[in-house]
T-cell receptor, first 114, second 117 residues
């Protein structure tokens, strides 16, 4: 069974640009969450999608957005990039139907903003 | 708000010795607790979880964790450490404010485990 796939794995952008990251969840998983990991702030929740609907959003500015498609694949977009957006962006999937299911994480997309 | 604390930035242990990585939690209601491990340049891998039931939870790679309600702790343990266990370990608690099946986790700051040969 294939795991969570994130693309691209590494990317470099300059300030002011935008970026789109992609996540393909485990087959059958309907929930996709995104987390940002930085040395200073640790792991912080961005948002979660279930059946194409955003169910919750973390405390990030509106420059961070996402969506989920009918096949459960998800994308997140960051516009007007800032240096502080440099981070490892992790996608996680789960069945989404109950409280006992763990999250399965992808390898992450490492974004560097110059 | 739900939170977990990992008081140690780094834990050093010799191979073959037992290891403990500490985690304390602060929650309203019943805690749903998790441990994850992260190897360099990799995503997080699930180790184990406590939802309810036995206070001693067994997980992957020989790890176990003990849930202690009176001390609000959920320490990760392994009887005999391996060099390959060297990694970053995260304790996490599920945010229970949502009863929709939504799986948001609040993570601790992480503890780096270094196992020396």
């Amino acid at each position: 069974k294939a795991g969570v796939t994130q693309t691209p794995r590494y990317l470099i952008k300059t300030r002011g640009q935008q970026v789109t990251l992609s996540c393909s969840p485990i087959s059958g998983h309907r929930s996709v969450s995104w987390y940002q990991q930085t040395p200073g702030q640790g792991l912080q929740f961005l948002f979660e999608y279930f059946s194409e609907t955003q169910r919750n959003k973390g405390n990030f500015p509106g420059r961070f957005s996402g969506r989920q498609f009918s096949n459960s694949r998800s994308e997140m977009n960051v516009s007007t990039l800032e240096l502080g957006d440099s981070a490892l962006y992790l996608c996680a999937s789960s069945l989404g139907g109950g409280i006992t299911g763990e999250l399965f994480f992808g390898e992450g997309s490492r974004l560097t903003v110059l | 708000a739900q939170s977990v604390a990992q008081p140690e930035d780094q834990v050093n242990v010799a191979e073959g010795n037992p290891l403990t990585v500490k985690c304390t939690y602060s929650v309203s209601g019943n805690p749903y607790l998790f441990w994850y491990v992260q190897y360099p340049n990799r995503g997080l891998q699930f180790l184990l979880k406590y939802i309810t039931g036995d206070n001693l939870v067994k997980g992957s790679y020989g790890f176990e964790a003990e849930f202690n309600k009176s001390q609000t702790s959920f320490h990760l343990k392994k009887p005999s450490a391996l060099v390959s266990d060297s990694a970053l370990y995260f304790c996490a608690v599920r945010d229970p404010a949502l009863n929709t099946g939504f799986q948001k986790l609040v993570f601790g700051t992480g503890t780096r485990l270094l196992v020396s040969p």
